[in-house]
């Protein structure tokens, strides 16, 4: 039998919203931290509210500083609270970068768990959204290649509060990234109150047996839209939303694609370094006999995100997801 | 320290002599030109925040209310100089020496707006706080190890004091005694975060006592004020003399950028009360005025011709050509590595072009 639960139609913004104000209420030592998150609500306002419901002391307006913010945050984390730090994009993240990977990331491991970090670090992401110049990298993979580091994406409110309420709860540091373009693109049915969305566990969008596509993100809108054109060729496509980029879900990679024996994976984070090469060592490693073609990818390219007006052609396309799909049907 | 470092003005709010050491400077030839700028930049301004609402540019960062502090400032740095802007910097730039054509493609979000002006020092502008501040101090330092007398100026913000880079760079400055000019516009907000939860310091200028730099506090709403004081700071820094902080205290009138609502974090009632009361080119205005500078007509003409000319930029702007996605590929690298020129042929190849 199964408990009713009541719901409410939120944006991606919203639900990153609920599911801090959710943990905030359960628990006294979450903190939010970063600049414009109190009075002003996040440039985004995925703090709007807050600041009302949970007081100063615990929605904090810092001094503009990103290794400011990570670094106090670490020493907070370290010292019995769970700070939420808001990084305002992901473009502004590098003055942080030390504090990440020379701290966050291996304190446990330095101490060998004397000493943790139980941390989530917020940050919009992502191109397509005609920002100004560095507002729109997509660099999870210095994360996602960083050791110690879990890094998550969501692509629909129903996930980034499941998964962020998980990220909160995870005892290590996680970089909880949100895709820009995905915040109010769409509103959907969101539980109220707790519940999770475990990190590691993709998800499968869409069934189909002849070619798996790994994507995440803002990407799966594109990929979607992909795959229902193949469907009107007949390639019938196994759409899985990664939602976590470490650790990926091993098992459902592997599980698609000794099924549909063809990948294609798409990225708009450039190709070289992406996580593309990582999954198509997951392929490698356990399923290569069962691949009847070479693994494609559909990237950002080799060169900074250029500025708006030149940004569609950065961006992977349905157009090119379709190329790909048909290129590894065709072999 | 606000004794220590007392806010510097030349005239007042009325247009009136506060300080008479540069009066002889002080030609109606000078006022005007520093009103014409002014002015311009202030149409421009407008206009941006209009083209951003009709939807013919993107996002859109506004600094009405900051003429004096840029303008000022720009206008006291020479020839081969080098300049530092932010993004809200534009006035500064196009004093210094950017076309209006450049500026507004810059905020069309094309790449061809970070393109200086032959024969122009000006850095496209810094998107992430203070970074400039080190480009500053090493453009500079350069020139001194070149034993030229060039200078650089770096803009920036009372936020950006909060960031590691800032103390870097006037540290390195002090140390390696660069001439440069770091220029703070302190107008109170760094987008939402008033300046008394940036710092507990009671001015910014204080700032330069740690790092043994003269440090001026100034009203960067009196143009004259700002340009004299630079000028200074830049003789200083060519005579081998050290950087210089000045902190102009200002003001924005509007957002932070275009996507931002300040009504959220603050009384817009105090914008407009300042721009009756200590607006950059009104008090300009009332100073002609007591000056017997002023000239109706003068003044008609010349709004009518900084319109025209901004039109005319802006026509250039939407007339420019759609750029290339060959632009995306082709200036990473001097040349283009095998993994850039696959990407660019297969990304041709996708799109039917070969």
Known sequence: ?????????????QAVTDGMRVMMKEQENVIVLGEDVGQNGGVFRATDGLVGEFGDKRVIDTPLAESGIIGTSIGLAMNGFKPIAEMQFLGFIYPAFNQIMTHASRIRARTLGAFTVPMVIRAPFGAGVRAPEIHSDSVEALFTGMPGMKVVVPSNPYDAKGMLISAIEDPDPVLFLEPMRCYRSTKMDVPEGKYNVPLGKAARLHE??????????????????????AEEKGIKCDVIDLRTLYPLDKDMIAESVQKTGRAVIVHEAPGTGGLGETIMSLINDTSFLYMKAPVERVTGFDTPVPMFALEDHYLPSADRVVQAIEKVTQF | MEKQFPKLQIINENGEWNDETYRSEITEELTKELYTKMLRSRLFDRKGVNLQRQGRIGTYVPFEGQEASQIGSALAMGEGDWMFPTYRDHAATMTFGHSLKTLFLYWKGRQEGCIPPEGKNIFPPAVPIASQLLHATGAAWAEKLKGTDRASIVY??????SEGDFHEGLNFASVFNAPVVFFNQNNGFAISVPIEKQMKSKTIAQKAVAYEMEGVRLDGNDVFAVYFHTRTAVERARKGEGPTLIEAVTWRYGAHTTADDPSKYRDQNESATRREKTDPILRLERFMKNENMWDEKWAGDLQESLTAEIEAA????????????NDVFDHVFAENPWPIESQKEAYAHSRGDR
């Open chain 1, 208 to 229: 189909g047996s002849d070619v798996s596509i790994f994507a995440y993100g803002a990407m799966m809108d594109v990929v979607t839209k992909a795959a229902k054109a």
């Open chain 1, 1 to 13: 039998m199964t408990t009713a639960v009541d719901t409410k139609k939120l944006t991606m913004v």
């Open chain 2, 314 to 325: 802006v026509k250039e702007m939407e007339e420019t050509d759609a750029p290339h996605y």
């Open chain 2, 156 to 161: 920036f913000g009372d936020g950006a004091t």
